[in-house]
C-alpha cells in the first residue's frame, strides 16, 4: 500500500533499538519478552514481546500514527482504550495500537487518509 | 453462550477485586469481567505475562498491592474473565462482552459495576498535536510498559499526578523541563490537614516533591497551557499564567519553552456509560469529579440490584476504591440473602469507618483535580474539541449561539461527540461551554450513553452478513431495547 504521508519526516526514518541515554525503555525493574520484529508503514520496527504497539512506536520516536478525519497527524493519548486516537490498520481492520501487543512480523499500517 | 451467576462485577481495579471477593466469601456465585489481560485495574496495572521482575529491582509500592490484590483473587472461588470488553449491559441484569471476535451473555439479578475513571484533558490551542498525552497515560506507560513517556517532557494539569509522574520520569533517569500546576501552593497547603488522614500517602508526596525541587525542576504554580507549536509533533510549549478560575492573566508574561513532549491532564472523570444506560439517578459534584451515581452509604444506586464502587463512583483514590468494594460485596451478599442482618452489621460498622477516613484523603485530592472553567478560555475558534470528527470551538460556539441549549443538541448539530470515542474526551469540554450559556451543568445535560459502549467488529457481535441477518440477530434487540427513542422510527418500520 502507498503510504499517504509524504510529509511525515520522522517515520521515513529506519528504526534501531538504542541502548543509549536516548532509550526511553526503563530497564532493570523486569526482564522483557524476546525481541521482534514488525512494520509500521513499511519501516522495520523493533520490540519486545509484551510490549503494546503504541509503546513500541513510542520507544522508536514514533508520535504520528493516525491521520484524523480532516486528514491532521494524530498519536496516541490515553494509552488506556479510550480515546481512539491511537487507531491503526491490521489486515485492513482498524485496532487500537495502545491494546495490541507487538508480535513477530506483524504489518501495521496507519489509519485514516490524507486530505 | 449465557453465563448464568448471581452477581457480576464489572472491572477488576481494586474496587471490583474487593467487591468480588468478598461477596464470593459469603457464598454468591460471581463473575468478574474485565477487558484487560491482567486484574488490577488502572492504579495496579500489571507488566505483560511475558516479561519476568529482576529480583534486584527498586521496591515499588503500587506493584506489591497490586500483586497481593491479585494473589487473593486466584485463591477464590470467582469466575475472572479477562480480554472481556463489555460493550452493551441490559436491566435485570444481563451484560454482553467480546473478547477476540467472540461474544459472551451473563445474567445476574446484581450487578456491581467498578468501571473506573478516564482522564479529563481540557483542551487548548494545538493539544491535538502528536506528542501531547495524557498524565494518567503517562503512568500507565511507566508502570505497565516499564517505558519513560519522554525524558524531558513539560508536565501540566492539576492534582497529585503531576508530580508522581515528575517524580516516576526522575527516578527512571529523566528530567522533566518544567511542571506547570493549574492549582497554587496555597491549594496543597490547606489541603493538608485533610491529607494527614492518610499520612503514609502525604509522606509519599512531600518525598515526591523533595526530589523534584533537588533535581531543580522549575515548577509554576498557577499556570495553563497556551498553546502547543508543531505539526507533526510537538516542537514547544507556551505556558500562561492563570488565576484561581483558570481564566489567563493577560497582563502576565507567557513561557514559552522547547520540548517534543507535553504530558497533560485535568483530573479524572468516573465512566458512567454502564449506569447511564441502566437509567440509574446521576447526580452533578464537581469536587467528586463531575457527574456521579447517586449512592447511598450501602454503594446501592437508585436502581434495584445495582450497586457502584470505586472511583466510578466519585473520585476518591484506591484505597477508598477498595473499602467501597467490599461494602458493596456485602451488600450484595445480605440483599441476596446470604448472610443476616447481625453478621452485615459486625462486618459493615468497621469498613465504613475505614472507608470514611480514606475517604477525607481521597475526596481532597478529587477536589484539588476538579473542573475549573476558566481553563477554557484560551481556546481559538480553530482549536478542535472533539478529536474524532474535528470539530472546533467555532463550530461548537455557532451551535450554541444558534439555540443549541444542551450536550446533545450540540452533538446532533455539530457531531461533536458523535465519533468512536463516544464523546469519552470531548464531553467535559463540551458540557462546560454549553454550562457557559445555560448556567449550570444540570441543565447542559450530559451525552445520552449509546451501545456498544466501546467500539467492536460487527463479526464478533454478529458473524452473519446480511442486513437481515444482522436486524434479527440478539444484537440488534439489545440494542434497539436500550436504544432510546430516536430509533422507534426504524424499529417501528420492521414491525
Ligand atoms: C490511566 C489511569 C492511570 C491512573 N494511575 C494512577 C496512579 O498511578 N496512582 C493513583 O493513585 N491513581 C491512579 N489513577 C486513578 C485510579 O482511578 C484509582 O487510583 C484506582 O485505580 C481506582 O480504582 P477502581 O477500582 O475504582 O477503578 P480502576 O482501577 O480504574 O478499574 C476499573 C477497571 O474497569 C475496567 N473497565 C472499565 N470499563 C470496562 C468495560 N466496558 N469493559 C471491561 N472492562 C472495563 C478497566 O479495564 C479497569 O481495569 C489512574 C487512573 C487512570 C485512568
Ligand atoms: S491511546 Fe487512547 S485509545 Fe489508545
Not at chain 1, 526482564?31 to 514481546?49: H, L, M, S, W, Y
Not at chain 2, 500489571?46 to 534486584?56: G, K, L
Not at chain 2, 509522574?165 to 528530567?175: P, R, S, T
Not at chain 2, 523541563?177 to 496555597?186: E, K, P
Amino acid at each position: 500500500m502507498q503510504s499517504h504521508l509524504p510529509q511525515l519526516a520522522p517515520l521515513r526514518r529506519e528504526c534501531k533499538l538504542p541502548e543509549t541515554k536516548t532509550d526511553l525503555r526503563i530497564r532493570g525493574k523486569f526482564q522483557r519478552g524476546k525481541p521482534v520484529e514488525f512494520t509500521f508503514d513499511g519501516i522495520t520496527v523493533n520490540a519486545f514481546e509484551g510490549e503494546s504497539i503504541a509503546t513500541a512506536l513510542l520507544a522508536a520516536d514514533i508520535v504520528s500514527t493516525k491521520l484524523s478525519v480532516d486528514g491532521y497527524p494524530r498519536g496516541p493519548v490515553c494509552h488506556m482504550g479510550s480515546c481512539q486516537e491511537c487507531a491503526v490498520r491490521i489486515g485492513g481492520r482498524k485496532t487500537l495500537a495502545c491494546k495490541t501487543k507487538v508480535s513477530q512480523g506483524l504489518q501495521v499500517e496507519i489509519d485514516g487518509l490524507k486530505k | 453462550m449465557t453465563l448464568e451467576q448471581d452477581l457480576i462485577v464489572i472491572g477488576a481495579g481494586p474496587a471490583g477485586i474487593s467487591a468480588a471477593i468478598t461477596a464470593s466469601q459469603h457464598g454468591l456465585k460471581v463473575t468478574l469481567i474485565d477487558e484487560a489481560p491482567i486484574a488490577g485495574g488502572q492504579i495496579y496495572r500489571a507488566t505483560p505475562q511475558e516479561w519476568t521482575p529482576n529480583t534486584n529491582g527498586s521496591p515499588d509500592q503500587d506493584l506489591d498491592d497490586g500483586n497481593s490484590l491479585r494473589d487473593s483473587l486466584s485463591k477464590s472461588n470467582i469466575t475472572h474473565l479477562t480480554n472481556h470488553v463489555v460493550w452493551a449491559v441490559a436491566p435485570g441484569f444481563e451484560v454482553r462482552a467480546v473478547s477476540d471476535s467472540k461474544e459472551i451473555k451473563l445474567t445476574a439479578k446484581k450487578l456491581i459495576v467498578c468501571s473506573g475513571v478516564t482522564e479529563r484533558i481540557l483542551p487548548f490551542p494545538g493539544w491535538t498535536t502528536p506528542g501531547v498525552i495524557g498524565l494518567a497515560a503517562s503512568t500507565n506507560l511507566l508502570k505497565s510498559q516499564q517505558i519513560l513517556p519522554s525524558r524531558e517532557p513539560v508536565i501540566a494539569g492539576s492534582g497529585p499526578l503531576l508530580y508522581a509522574v515528575a517524580n516516576a520520569i526522575i527516578e527512571a533517569g529523566g528530567k522533566p523541563v518544567a511542571i506547570a500546576d493549574v492549582g497554587s501552593l496555597f491549594d496543597w497547603v490547606v489541603s493538608l490537614p485533610k491529607l494527614f488522614a492518610a499520612p503514609a500517602l502525604l509522606i509519599r508526596g512531600l518525598i515526591w516533591r523533595a526530589r523534584i525541587f533537588k533535581a531543580r525542576i522549575t515548577v509554576l504554580h498557577r499556570h495553563h497551557v497556551a498553546r502547543v507549536y508543531g505539526d507533526d509533533k510537538v516542537e514547544s510549549i507556551e505556558l500562561m499564567p492563570i488565576d484561581a478560575n483558570g481564566t489567563p492573566l493577560p497582563k502576565k508574561k507567557n513561557i514559552k519553552i522547547k520540548s517534543t513532549s507535553l504530558i497533560v491532564g485535568h483530573g479524572l472523570i468516573p465512566s458512567l456509560e454502564i449506569t447511564r444506560l441502566l437509567k440509574a439517578k446521576h447526580v452533578f459534584r464537581a469536587e467528586r469529579g463531575g457527574w456521579i451515581p447517586e449512592l447511598d452509604a450501602f454503594q446501592r444506586t437508585s436502581v434495584s440490584g445495582l450497586y457502584v464502587a470505586g472511583d466510578c463512583g466519585g473520585i476518591s483514590g484506591a484505597k477508598t476504591a477498595a473499602l467501597s468494594g467490599t461494602i458493596a460485596g456485602l451488600q450484595a451478599s445480605f440483599d441476596s440473602g446470604m448472610i443476616t442482618e447481625k453478621i452485615f452489621q459486625d462486618l459493615y460498622a468497621p469498613t465504613e469507618s475505614k472507608r470514611n477516613k480514606a475517604e477525607r484523603f481521597g475526596k481532597r485530592m478529587g477536589k484539588l483535580m476538579s473542573i475549573r472553567s476558566g481553563l477554557l478560555e484560551g481556546l481559538t475558534p480553530e482549536t478542535i474539541v472533539c478529536r474524532c470528527e474535528d470539530i472546533t470551538y467555532g463550530q461548537i460556539m455557532d451551535a450554541v449561539n444558534a439555540g443549541a441549549a444542551d450536550c446533545n443538541e450540540v452533538k446532533a448539530w455539530t457531531r461533536g461527540g458523535m465519533g468512536p470515542c463516544q464523546g469519552r474526551t470531548c464531553g467535559e469540554t463540551i458540557a462546560e461551554i454549553v454550562t457557559r450559556q445555560v448556567g449550570d451543568r444540570d441543565k447542559a445535560g450530559f451525552f445520552t450513553a449509546r451501545v456498544p459502549l466501546r467500539p467492536c467488529t460487527i463479526d464478533a457481535l454478529a458473524p452473519v452478513c446480511s442486513y437481515d441477518d444482522i436486524w434479527n440477530s440478539d444484537v440488534a434487540k439489545v440494542a434497539t431495547a436500550i436504544l432510546p427513542a430516536e430509533n422507534t422510527e426504524y424499529k417501528n418500520s420492521k414491525k
